[in-house]
């Protein structure tokens, strides 16, 4: 190489500098679409997936919770042993408290990462509940 001169290598080094800082600059601004990309693209929609599980299965709990009630007062009403006017009531009340004991629908302790994964067990548990047949059947059939 060839030496440089003093006022070559001032006059270059003052080019390096801004031209270190553009880099800074750009380094930073990709640094932070990075950072938000990945919030947008996989933290928001996690945590809307996760807030709509949520609420989808506080609703299921409630349910459960209801038809709960209900199986738990017709055990009660077999467990006392009365005999009813017609038998085939106490087996109807039988048969209607096991099909509704399989009729509770579970809540899913472990979820997934990925919101689309989580999404899909939201759409179960948004499938129809409808515990009130079962809730008026059994309300009437503990009338023994």
């Known amino acids: 190489m060839v030496p440089q001169s003093d006022s070559e290598e001032a006059t270059n080094k003052e080019t390096v500098k801004p031209l270190t800082r553009r880099l800074v600059y750009i380094a930073i601004a990709v640094l932070v679409v ?40 017709g055990q009660q009403a077999l467990d006392t042993g009365e005999t009813p006017f017609d038998i085939a009531t106490k087996d109807s009340l039988t048969v209607l408290i096991a099909n509704s004991k399989q009729e509770l629908r579970q809540i899913p302790s472990d979820l ?30 503990r009338r023994i």
């Open 112 to 141: 997934p990462y990925m919101a689309s994964e989580i999404d899909k067990k939201t759409e179960e548990l948004r499938q129809p509940l409808d515990f009130a047949q079962d809730i008026q059947t059994s309300g009437s059939k």
């Open 34 to 73: 990075i950072v938000f990309s990945g919030y947008l693209f996989i933290v928001a929609p996690h945590n809307r997936a996760m807030r709509e599980f949520q609420d989808a299965a506080s609703v299921v709990q409630q349910e459960n919770a209801e038809l709960q009630e209900k199986i738990e007062a």
